[in-house]
C-alpha cells in the first residue's frame, strides 16, 4: 500500500471510532445524510516529506448543524473530535494539535451552519 493509501486508511480507522458520537461522511459523499448535525471528512496531504514514503498533511472535518441551533452544538462536537483524534496515533499516523473556525451559514444549505474543525498530521513511511 502506498503512502497516500496508507494515511488514509489510518485516519479512517481513528473516524471509525466515531460512530456512536457523530455521523461521519468522506468529502465526496452524494447519499443522503440525514438531518444535522454530521461532518463531513476531507484528507489533504501536504507539505514537505521527511523521505519519499512520508507525508504530511491536514485532515479538515466541517461540522455541520442546524442553522440557528448557537454555537454550543458545534462546539460539543468539536470537543468529541478532539477526544477521539487530537494527539492520537495510529499505524505510522499521528494527528496533532486541532484549531477551530466557526463559519457562517453553508453556501450549498443555508438550513445548515458550517464549522472547519482542522488537524496537521504526519505519516512516517519506511524507506
Not at 466541517?62 to 440557528?68: D, K, P, Q
Amino acid at each position: 500500500m502506498g503512502k497516500y493509501s496508507s494515511a488514509q486508511t489510518d485516519i479512517f480507522n481513528l473516524l471509525n471510532q466515531l460512530k456512536s458520537d457523530v455521523r461521519v461522511f468522506p468529502n465526496n459523499f452524494k447519499g443522503e445524510k440525514g438531518d444535522p448535525p454530521f461532518v463531513r471528512v476531507t484528507i489533504v496531504p501536504s507539505g514537505p516529506p521527511l523521505n519519499a514514503s512520508s507525508l504530511s498533511g491536514v485532515l479538515l472535518v466541517e461540522i455541520f448543524t442546524a442553522w440557528g441551533e448557537g454555537p454550543d452544538s458545534s462546539t460539543n462536537i468539536a470537543d468529541k473530535l478532539d477526544k477521539h483524534l487530537q494527539y492520537k496515533s495510529v499505524g505510522q499516523t499521528q494527528l496533532f494539535n486541532s484549531s477551530m473556525d466557526r463559519q457562517e451559514r453553508d453556501k450549498d444549505n443555508q438550513a445548515l451552519s458550517r464549522t472547519i474543525y482542522s488537524l496537521p498530521f504526519s505519516h512516517f513511511g519506511v524507506n
